[in-house]
Nanobody, 124 residues
């Protein structure tokens, strides 16, 4: 049974930073890509960032490129999302997801396990 638990969300002013963490348990963590998605109120869930099994390849949504950085620590079974220069439009519930394969993907269908989410609120 795979479990993903996010942490690190909160309230921050525009221009500030937050670091989200996701702790994984269950199947062999280092075999799978990991991703971050988000869902704002009244909107569909959208892709944010993804990282390959080794961490060598990353993939970002255009809206966060240059501001957010995804990373992973396979020894600790953790994936992180460093978010800098936050904007009010980044306000959403952020979800960690584990991929079906080992390459980073931007589509929800490429992920088969999801966390419960952590709220990020950016005030203007």
């Amino acid at each position: 049974q795979v479990q993903l638990v996010e942490s690190g969300g909160g309230l921050v002013q525009a221009g500030g930073s937050l670091r989200l963490s996701c702790a994984a348990s269950g199947r062999t963590f280092s075999n799978y890509a990991m991703g971050w998605f988000r869902q704002a109120p009244g909107k569909e869930r959208e892709f944010v960032a993804a990282i390959s099994w080794s961490g060598a390849s990353t993939y970002y949504a255009e809206s966060v490129k240059g501001r957010f950085t995804i990373s992973r620590d396979n020894a600790k079974k953790m994936v992180y999302l460093q978010m800098n220069s936050l904007k009010p439009e980044d306000t959403a519930v952020y979800y960690c997801a584990q991929g079906r394969g080992n390459s980073p993907r931007g589509r929800e269908e490429a992920y088969d396990y999801w966390g419960q989410g952590t709220q990020v609120t950016v005030s203007s």
